[in-house]
């Protein structure tokens, strides 16, 4: 077994680790440290924390959240899709049309139901 054929793996890990340690160790060695009153503070939502971190979160905060995943990962699979258009032909451009207005009845149905509006 000859060992230089695992001195390219060797490099790759080092420089990798490298390239992830060294930034950090720099900007912890020569970055500014003035920490103050505001910069220590709890940061969440742009707002101070009022009350227990147990509290209860209305429904609808997470029926968006939700939505806005649902429909952004949707949307993302048409990205490929656009790229390949010349090489999927007919039968990939129904099966997209079908996929879409699958989303569009989907998006329809939400809008009625009123999951988009937020009192």
Known sequence: MNLDQYLPVLLFI????AVGV?????GHVLGPNRPDAAKNSPYECGFEAFEDARMKFDVRYYLVAILFILFD???AFLFPWAVT???????????VVIFLSILVVGFAYEWKKGALNWE
Do not use: S
């Not at 080092?14 to 680790?17: A, C, D, E, T, Y």
């Open 14 to 17: 080092l420089v990798g680790i």
């Open 22 to 26: 060294v930034p950090l160790a720099l």
């Open 73 to 75: 990962l949707e949307i």
């Open 85 to 95: 258009l010349k090489d999927v032909g007919v039968t990939g451009f129904v099966a």
